[in-house]
């Protein structure tokens, strides 16, 4: 690491405050309805690949999914064809019917 590599890495203003580790998405999210519960955003939709809590949901905010809830309880992950509530700590700023991008971190 150089001296003034520091000026070449991305601010965290830039990525709301989250960098996406990986540059492939582990899978994509369909939004049905977006909530807010408790003062978290919450998505309910559809499950296209796998998630996990601790992936990174990214649409024109970028947000950690803290937990996944499938008829109400907690569960380990999601895979295809699942239709879940994500639990976001931070903002995606999501509308209904928006395909979100999901990625590992």
Same mark, same amino acid.
């Given at each position: 690491m150089g001296l003034f590599d520091f000026l070449k890495r991305p601010?965290?203003?830039?990525?709301?405050?989250?960098?996406?580790?990986?540059?492939n998405p582990a899978g994509r999210f369909l939004v049905d309805e977006v909530l807010t519960v408790f003062g978290r955003e919450t998505?309910?939709?559809?499950?296209?690949?796998?998630?996990?809590?601790?992936? $990174?949901? $990214?649409?024109?905010?970028?947000?950690?999914?803290?937990?996944?809830?499938?008829?109400?309880?907690?569960?380990?992950?999601?895979?295809?064809?699942?239709?879940?509530?994500l639990i976001l700590e931070g903002r995606t700023n999501a509308k209904k019917g928006d395909l979100l991008e999901v990625y590992q971190s």
């Open positions: 601010k965290k203003e830039d990525a709301g405050g989250e960098f996406i580790a990986s540059r998505l309910i939709g559809t499950v296209e690949g796998v998630v996990y809590p601790g992936y $990174k949901v $990214k649409g024109k905010g970028i947000a950690v999914i803290r937990e996944i809830q499938r008829n109400r309880k907690r569960v380990d992950f999601a895979v295809d064809g699942d239709r879940v509530a």
